[in-house]
C-alpha cells in the first residue's frame, strides 16, 4: 500500500513493488554465411572423401561402362562368326557349281577350258576351306597385314569393291522401277 513520506516539505508515494517483466527471448543469431565465392589458389585441396553408396554407385558405373563394351564386342565377334560361316558356305556351293559346270564347259566349248573350270573351282574350294578353318580374330589381323604391306592395292579393292555394290544397288533400284 502506499505510505506517505514527508521530506522536506514534499510528499512522495511510494507504489507497491512492480512485477518484474517477462523475459523476451533473445533473437536467434544467424548461422554464419559460407562465402561461396572461389578463390584461386595455387596449392591443391585435398577431395572430401567420398560416402560408401557414392564409390559403390562409381564403381558399378564403372562396370557398366566396361560390361557394355564387352557386350558390344561380343556380339560383334558373333555376327562376324555368322558372317564368316554363311560365306564360307556361300562360297563352297559355288565351288561345287563351278564343279558341275566344267562337265558342260567340256561338252560345249572344249575341255581345256573345262580344265580351267575344274581348277578354279579347285581354288574358290580351296579358299572357302582356308575361310572356314580361320578365326575371326586371325582374318581380322591379316587383313591388318595385308593393309600394311600394300595399302595401295587395298585402297583399290575397296575401291572396286565399292563400285560393285553401288552398281548391284542402282540395279536392284531400276528393277523395282519397272
Do not use: C, W
Request: aromatic content about 4%; charged content about 35%; cysteine-free.
Amino acid at each position: 500500500m502506499a505510505e506517505a513520506k514527508k521530506t522536506t516539505g514534499k510528499t512522495t508515494t511510494k507504489t507497491a513493488a512492480k512485477k518484474p517483466a517477462a523475459k523476451k527471448a533473445a533473437p536467434r543469431k544467424a548461422a554464419p554465411q559460407k562465402d561461396t565465392s572461389e578463390e584461386r589458389t595455387t596449392k591443391p585441396q585435398k577431395a572430401a572423401p567420398l560416402k560408401a553408396g557414392a564409390t559403390k554407385a562409381a564403381a558399378t558405373k564403372a562396370d557398366n561402362g566396361g560390361d557394355f563394351k564387352d557386350r558390344a564386342l561380343t556380339k560383334a565377334k558373333t555376327a562376324a562368326s555368322q558372317g564368316k560361316e554363311r560365306t564360307g558356305n556361300a562360297i563352297e556351293s559355288l565351288s561345287k557349281m563351278i564343279e558341275d559346270s566344267a562337265k558342260t564347259i567340256d561338252d560345249n566349248v572344249g575341255e581345256k577350258y573345262g580344265d580351267y573350270a575344274r581348277s578354279a573351282a579347285d581354288a574358290v574350294s580351296s579358299f572357302a576351306d582356308k575361310l572356314n578353318a580361320k578365326d575371326v580374330d586371325e582374318m581380322v589381323e591379316d587383313a591388318r597385314g595385308f593393309v600394311r604391306k600394300s595399302p595401295a592395292v587395298a585402297i583399290g579393292a575397296a575401291a572396286v569393291v565399292g563400285f560393285l555394290i553401288s552398281r548391284l544397288i542402282k540395279s536392284g533400284m531400276d528393277d523395282s522401277d519397272a
